[in-house]
């Protein structure tokens, strides 16, 4: 993705945060990377994310596997200019490390998601897909998982 479109991408996250989901302003979160396959959402690990234990609070880990699963979709969904209508059907986590410095959430299925998406546009019936987030704190633990969320993604085309 160049440069001035991961500007705009950043901008539109602040403005949904700080408009629409404060939870998501308070915890200052920035896309590193996004394109078709793959978006990385990093949460910095500061005094606003941090539990009374001072690693990562479990809500802001949340928060940061939903933007990498939903950012990646809306992607997708805005090629179609359909009105699809995004929503998360379950969460399932597995918290393998503390996250004691900036987390950051990867994830990879961004062609699982387009198949979907497209699949959604077609039929106009609803589509649920699993998406794997994977998180990890390169400052502390390098590349090995501090977690790993599965997503259930639900898309339907409310044209």
């Known amino acids: 993705m160049r440069f001035s479109t991961l500007v705009q991408t950043n901008r539109t996250l602040w403005a949904l945060g700080f408009f629409k989901i404060p939870l998501i302003f308070f915890c200052r979160p920035k896309i590193h990377e996004l394109n078709d396959e793959k978006c990385v959402v990093c949460i ?10 001072y690693s990562m609070y479990i809500g802001a880990l949340t928060i940061g596997a939903d933007l990498a699963g939903g950012f990646l979709t809306m992607r997708h969904i805005e090629k179609t200019g359909k009105k699809i209508i995004l929503i ?3 969460v399932h986590a597995d918290y ?5 410095g900036d987390a ?6 961004g062609l699982k998601v387009q198949e979907a998406v497209r699949a959604a546009a077609d039929t106009g019936e609803r589509q649920n897909v699993p998406v794997n987030i994977s998180v990890t704190v390169p400052s502390h633990l390098g590349d090995e998982p501090a ?6 993604l639900s898309i339907k085309d409310k044209g």
């Open 88 to 90: 998360f059907k379950d």
């Open 104 to 109: 950051y959430f990867t994830c990879n299925d």
């Open 44 to 53: 910095p690990c500061k005094r606003r994310a941090k539990n009374h234990v």
């Open 147 to 152: 977690a790993q969320y599965t997503l259930t």
């Open 96 to 100: 393998l490390k503390l996250v004691e």
